[in-house]
C-alpha cells in the first residue's frame, strides 16, 4: 500500500496491547499467543522481545515507574524487569477456568 512503512518485523501471531511509555520513548506491546512482550525505540530502531512464561494478554505501566502490571493467561501479575522477568502473581480473577486467558485492557486515567 502506497505511504505505508513497516517499522518493525515483529511476526506477531496476535499482537495486542500497544502502549506508549512517554518517559523511555519507547512503544510496548504483547504477542498473546507466542507469550512475549516486545518493545521498539523510534529514535534507536531497535525492536527487542522479551519471552514470558505463559500468555500475556495487555501491560500498564506501573505508577511508580518500576515494572509492569500484565494480564497473564494464570491471572495479573507484576513484571519488576522484562531483561529478566521476575514475576509476581497478584490474582486470578477466575480460578479453576482452564482454556480462558486475558485480552485487550488499558488502565482508564485515573490508573
Given amino acids: 500500500m502506497a505511504g505505508v512503512e513497516c517499522l518493525v518485523e515483529a511476526q506477531d501471531i496476535l499482537g495486542e ?3 506508549w511509555h512517554p518517559e523511555e520513548q519507547k512503544l510496548y506491546w504483547c504477542d498473546n499467543l507466542t507469550s512475549n512482550i516486545q518493545t521498539y525505540d523510534p529514535a534507536t530502531g531497535a525492536h527487542e ?3 514470558m512464561p ?3 494478554g495487555c501491560i500498564v505501566f506501573r505508577e511508580n515507574g518500576k515494572g509492569i502490571c500484565a494480564a497473564m493467561k ?3 501479575a507484576f513484571i519488576h524487569d522484562l531483561k529478566s522477568p521476575e514475576i509476581e502473581y497478584l490474582v486470578d480473577p477466575e480460578p479453576g477456568l482452564e482454556g480462558n486467558r486475558m485480552n485487550d485492557g488499558k ?3 485515573r490508573g
Avoid: A, K, L, Y
Fill in 49 to 51: 522481545v522479551f519471552p
Fill in 17 to 19: 496491547g500497544v502502549i
Fill in 107 to 109: 488502565c482508564d486515567r
Fill in 54 to 56: 505463559e500468555e500475556v
Fill in 74 to 76: 494464570s491471572g495479573f
